[in-house]
């Protein structure tokens, strides 16, 4: 009799999952397609947004080319002259270590890790004291524009 009750209650469970499967299967077919359709479009965004950068990329490199021709007659040539050896944040102040001669008025390119940037001297301290000209072996500060950590290279740059 358990068994007779075991397959009977099987049974009655096969039935009810596919009269389930029977309602449900519309459903999940819609389900389905829906799925697909968002597929395609994900695929299609995809697809446009990757196109695009492939031609920005391209313009970019012709138009640097380009550049690049128009400015072989005016390179800039530069010269190491010094290492930054402080940083004075609240002041926007750069030590620099010099091993040449710094005038103001000349413009320096600092590059380092973090840093890479140009700018011109527009004044120079010693000992607090303002200064035209530092020689070889001086520590002079400068006001930066941008901050600046220690060991950046600082280049004189001469056109």
């Known amino acids: 009799m358990k068994a007779f009750l075991i397959g009977l209650l099987f049974l009655f469970v096969l039935g009810f999952l596919m009269c389930a499967g029977i309602i449900l299967f519309p459903f999940l077919m819609l389900l389905v397609f829906f799925l697909r359709i968002l597929i395609v479009l994900a695929l299609g965004i995809f697809s446009i947004w990757l196109l695009g950068k492939i031609v920005i990329l391209f313009f970019e490199e012709l138009r640097g080319k380009t ?20 940083y004075f944040g609240k002041v926007s102040v750069g030590i620099i270590a010099l091993n040449d001669t710094l005038k103001a008025g000349e413009t320096i390119h600092i590059k380092g890790m973090h840093d890479d940037f140009t700018q011109k001297v527009e004044s120079m301290q010693i000992e607090h004291a303002d200064v035209k000209e530092a020689k070889k072996g001086d520590a002079v500060g400068i006001k930066v524009a941008h901050p600046v950590h220690e060991h950046d290279k600082v280049y004189r740059v001469a056109a």
């Open 67 to 86: 550049g690049k021709r128009e400015q072989k007659g005016a390179e800039m040539t530069e010269k190491e002259i010094g290492v930054i050896s402080h």
